[in-house]
């Protein structure tokens, strides 16, 4: 079974600077699709980058970006300049060909002002 | 990005009632989702549900739980005789034509007394 581990349950960062957090998932899967979901406080779930699997280039959008280690298993998510609007949970999941959403623990992050 | 609805926002039921969620995509989808967030845990898939049936479930989609799509763009998940343990954030997705990301509603905040 498919399993995603988030093994940073928080994680802080200064505003303006950049943090990463990590995400590591398992499968025996060849093909499958990578997906970080930020959740405020209002508990909306908003889709903030994708990354496919068969692609070798990391996914970029705007200040977010990731870091797709195939081999090793993990996608971690880098966010530069840190605002204090970035402050929420963090999901990393994993969909395979039924396209099934698989969450990890989910990070939240703090933005020090 | 494809917008999806849910109401209501927030549902109060007794143990014992039925409850019907409700999911309004705002354009033509054909994959649909159901998920739920139990305060504090992780996110679960429930239920995939294409071209009017439903097509992937889990473990936690026992009996209990319905999905229907009644008249062609409501999407409905019918909990009946609801349990305490069925209080948690329920989430509908949908994915857009031609794509795999999932774009989420805004959530039903489910509480059972």
């Known amino acids: 079974a498919q399993t995603v581990t988030q093994s940073q349950p928080e994680m802080s960062v200064q505003e303006a600077e950049t943090v990463t957090l990590s995400c590591t998932y398992d499968?025996?899967?060849?093909?499958?699709?990578l997906f970080w979901y930020k959740q405020p406080p209002s508990r909306q779930m908003i889709l903030v980058i994708r990354?496919?699997?068969?692609k070798q280039q990391n996914a970029t959008e705007n200040r977010f970006s990731v870091n797709f280690q195939k081999a090793a298993k993990s996608f971690s998510l880098k966010i530069s300049d840190s605002q204090l609007g970035d402050a929420a949970m963090y999901f990393c999941?994993?969909?395979?060909?039924?396209?099934?959403?698989?969450w990890g623990a989910g990070t939240k992050l703090i933005i020090k002002p | 990005e494809p917008e999806v609805t849910q109401t209501p926002s927030h549902q109060v039921t007794q143990m014992g009632q039925e409850v019907i969620l409700r999911c309004v995509p705002i354009s033509n989808h054909l994959y649909f989702y159901w998920y739920r967030q139990i305060l504090g845990q992780k996110v679960e898939f429930l239920v995939s549900?294409?071209?009017?049936?439903?097509?992937?479930k889990s473990e936690i989609f026992d009996d209990q739980f319905s999905v229907e799509r009644p008249d062609g763009s409501n999407f409905t998940l019918k909990i009946r005789s609801t349990k305490l343990e069925d209080s948690a954030m329920y989430f509908c997705a949908i994915t857009g034509l031609d794509s795999y990301e999932q774009y989420f509603g805004p959530g039903t905040r489910l509480t059972v007394t």
């Open positions: 999941a994993f969909a395979d060909s039924n396209y099934q959403l698989i």
């Open positions: 499968t025996s899967e060849s093909d499958y699709y």
């Open positions: 549900f294409y071209n009017n049936e439903i097509s992937e």
């Open positions: 990354q496919e699997a068969y």
